[in-house]
């Protein structure tokens, strides 16, 4: 499985470290507030008139009236006023300083989520440049990346904890976040908003390289699929092209289009499967293919059943996709 | 006296909004399961009548339904998710959303190769002379089924609490659970 980071207080962008210094003074306040209100609750109490079994309690004090009401209460309503102006104005603050960071020659991406995993086209200037890609996110270190974000089906939410914060993606309208990751290293984001049964394995990886090996890896992604030359995954491509896999998922430079599942043009390069639910590997692939009910209850992946060399076949073929 | 028929009344209340919860139960039920394998069936096969396939063809036979679609008629789930797939293979390229297009109407009493749900089975299994592919073995039976039921739904065949009563996408038809039953007339040109 890939390590990656997954740290709401780890920051490693600019965008990441404002957010967490708003969350620092909101958790203050709240903090302040909720000593504040414990210490009256205590005071009250202490204050309250005692009894005993034997004589009844003393009720003269409630005759009387309190010394200084309105003074506590002009305090009280002054005080939580000026913590929330407060809040408010750091808010406002964090919010200008994420605009005004550059975002000069940034890397463009159009993400866009579906029950349950990530699609992640890479827009670029030219379009015979553009590639797509599913559920792996590689950026450049120290270069800003916008992204584009939008839904397929129901609202999702696209949280990056360690370099950016969290922004919804509803059906038919189009959000926009930018983050910029300035250490490389594998960074987790995760769905954020309940979308149905499989919400919670709903995960993607950002993966920042420096520039010249990220440069390397877009170089690869968009080339097509390599022609098969060994017996056993031309035998596989036949199978992926003739069974259901090619009703749903895309391998470009074949004869498998549909748009429907992940772009498997590279498969073999991506860490995980099934949006983070299992590690890559040629075993836990078979067991993917053969039954994903068992791994993502409730996937609408079906489960293809496949004479062992027929799935042996298949997966050595998908392996070659790199 | 009016105590005991008060909670008499409430009692009768109590047990039909127990009834009714049931009911609703297994209109939604969802399986969270592979289906069995469908291989394993011994059942007779059929050509295929289409060489349109997507991706690559195949030439080897279909099977023949087992039974008559039980248990995906009734299931909401099930119905639903058989509009999902017709949009997602694109189904409504010839059918458009029932109305038809390049292909038949769906959604009138007009079956060129019978209306059971065995039939369309079949129809989308084996494929149809003049342009219906075949999707035996493209697609999973569970899927073939789902599709089924739905295709059904369109003309208002199925109960108005299992058929699909919202789009996930734009529709410019009114819903299946809203549509007046056409009545299916097997064999009717």
Redesign the interface.
């Given at each position: 499985m890939m390590q990656a980071l997954h740290d709401v207080l780890a920051p490693f962008g600019p965008q990441a470290a404002h957010v967490r210094e708003l969350w620092l003074l909101t958790l203050a306040v709240c903090t302040v507030v909720f000593a504040a209100v414990l210490a009256a609750l205590l005071l009250a109490l202490l204050r309250a008139p005692r009894a005993n079994a034997q004589s009844s309690p003393d009720l003269s004090a409630l005759m009387r009236p309190e010394p200084g009401k309105r003074r506590s209460v002009i305090a009280a309503v002054a005080a939580s006023t000026l913590l929330l102006l407060a809040l408010i104005a750091a808010s406002i603050f964090t919010d200008r300083a994420l605009a005004r960071l550059s975002t000069e020659g940034a890397l463009r991406l159009d993400v866009t989520a579906h029950q349950w995993w990530w699609e992640v086209r890479y827009v670029e200037p030219n379009v015979a440049d553009s590639f797509v890609t599913a559920n792996e996110i590689h950026v450049p270190t120290g270069r800003p990346v916008i992204v584009t974000l939008k839904a397929d089906?129901v609202i999702h939410s696209f949280w990056l904890p360690s370099l950016a914060g969290k922004k919804d993606l509803l059906p038919g309208r189009t959000a926009t976040m930018h983050f910029r990751a300035d250490r490389d290293g594998i960074y987790r984001g995760q769905c954020a908003e309940f979308c149905g049964?499989q919400h919670a394995l709903m995960a993607f990886f950002v993966v920042a390289d420096p520039p010249e090996r990220y440069a390397a890896w877009a170089a690869a992604q968009r080339r097509t699929a390599s022609e098969p030359t060994s017996e056993q995954p031309v035998r596989g491509r036949?199978i992926f092209?003739?069974?259901?896999c090619?009703?749903?998922h895309a391998i470009d430079g074949t004869?498998?289009q549909?748009v429907?599942g992940p772009n498997l043009t590279h498969v073999a390069s991506r860490g995980t499967l099934a949006a983070g639910a299992l590690p890559n590997t040629p075993e836990d692939l078979k067991r993917w293919i053969a039954?994903?009910?068992?791994t993502k209850?409730?996937t609408?992946m079906?489960?293809?059943?496949l004479a062992p060399e027929e799935m042996d076949a298949l997966v050595g073929y998908l392996q070659t996709l790199r | 006296m009016m105590a005991t028929a008060g909670s008499a009344l409430r009692i009768a209340a109590l047990a039909l909004f127990a009834a009714l919860a049931l009911c609703a139960c297994e209109r939604e039920m969802r399986r969270f399961q592979t289906p069995p394998d469908n291989r394993s069936s011994p059942r007779p096969e059929t050509p295929r009548t289409s060489t349109l396939q997507p991706a690559e063809t195949r030439d080897d036979p279909v099977r023949m339904p087992a039974g008559n679609g039980e248990g995906y008629e009734g299931n909401a789930y099930n119905v639903a998710q058989g509009k999902r797939l017709y949009r997602w293979y694109n189904c409504g390229g010839c059918h458009a959303q029932g109305g038809g297009g390049m292909g038949p109407a769906l959604m009138d009493d007009q079956w060129r190769y019978g209306s059971e749900p065995a039939q369309i089975f079949s129809t989308i299994m084996q494929g149809r002379p003049n342009g219906m592919p075949s999707f035996g073995g493209h697609l999973s039976e569970d899927q073939v089924w789902q599709l089924t039921a739905y295709v059904r739904s369109m003309s208002g065949q199925l109960r108005k609490d299992v058929a699909p009563g919202r789009a996930d996408s734009l529709q410019a038809n009114e819903p299946e659970a809203a549509r007046d039953r056409e009545p299916a007339r097997p064999g009717a040109k």
């Open positions: 089906d049964s036949e092209m003739r069974s259901s090619a009703m749903c004869a498998a549909a429907r039954d994903p009910q068992q209850p409730g609408y079906p489960a293809t059943k | -």
